[in-house]
């Protein structure tokens, strides 16, 4: 534990699935460097990137009470301070969020990648509510032989299911009641009736629904133990995702 550096790397709106991340962060480390930066690279439109929710101050109060001992909000240029050197997902960056999100994973991997120069830590924290994302990371970091232990937390939810995001705080209350559907289609177990599930939301808008082998992120194969569900689709225009591990309720 001693004289260890864990980061956190997040954009910011932090609710309490962030504060969990920080909390085993600062089970693994004494110093935990929580990052906060709306990252551009990761936006396909200006819009969405505008719309981001931000509360620096808010955060800041939140990220310190679970843990952090550093708060860290560079600017633009302190994180990109010359030419971009983008670094490729290469085809897992392509499917299901990467289809949907043009270029997302590769700015994900570019900006993980300059975090993590300035940062130097032995840990990094990430949740699996983007398992893809984690997918992603762990794959780069292993293949390139970084020496930082990459840590995933569980999906915190609210008590009705809804997984946390900072998008939520966007949602009306009746988009917020659709959202639902997609922690009950995961449950569900399946992914015929994942799909029938959603079919029933009229306010949901599926992107992809499928099913997934956790070791791979290919689509499982029949009998498979690491099955995942993952989901992705828009609510009262707002573009939410969801997964969990078949056959359990995480
Ligand atoms: P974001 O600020 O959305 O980029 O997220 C920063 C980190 O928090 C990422 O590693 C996310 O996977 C993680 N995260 C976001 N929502 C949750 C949640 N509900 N439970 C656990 N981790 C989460």
Redesign the pocket.
């Known amino acids: 534990m001693q004289d260890s550096i864990a980061l956190v790397?997040?954009?910011?709106a932090l609710?309490a699935?962030?504060l969990?991340?920080i909390r085993r962060a600062r089970e693994l480390s004494e110093t935990v460097i929580v990052s906060i930066f709306v990252n551009p690279l990761q936006f396909e439109s200006a819009a969405d990137l505008s719309k981001y929710p931000r509360d620096l101050a808010g955060d800041t109060e939140k990220a310190i009470a679970a843990g952090a001992t550093k708060v860290w909000a560079p600017n633009y240029n302190e994180v990109y301070p010359g030419e971009i050197a983008k670094i490729s997902a290469g085809a897992i960056g392509e499917i299901f969020e990467g289809r949907h999100r043009t270029g997302h994973f590769d700015g994900v991997l570019t900006v993980v990648s300059r975090l993590f120069d300035y940062a130097k830590p032995d840990y990094a924290i990430?949740?699996?509510?983007?398992f893809q994302?984690?997918f992603i990371i762990k794959k780069w970091v292993k293949e390139n032989n970084f020496p930082i232990d990459i840590v995933s937390?569980?999906?915190?939810?609210d008590s009705d299911g809804l997984?946390?995001?900072?998008r939520n705080i966007q949602l009306t209350p009746a988009g917020r009641r659709a959202a639902l559907i997609i922690s009950q289609a995961l449950r569900t177990g399946n992914k015929e009736a994942m799909l029938q599930t959603l079919a029933s939301e009229p306010d949901f808008q599926v992107d992809y629904a499928e099913v997934i082998d956790e070791e791979t992120f290919e689509l499982a194969p029949p009998g498979s133990q690491s099955a995942r569900g993952i989901i992705a689709g828009w609510v009262n225009g707002l573009r939410l995702i969801d997964n969990m591990r078949m056959g359990s309720d995480q």
Not at 126 to 130: I, Q, S, V, Y
């Open positions: 790397p997040t954009m910011g609710h699935g962030h969990e991340l990430f949740g699996e509510k983007d994302q984690l937390v569980p999906t915190v939810r997984a946390l995001s900072s």
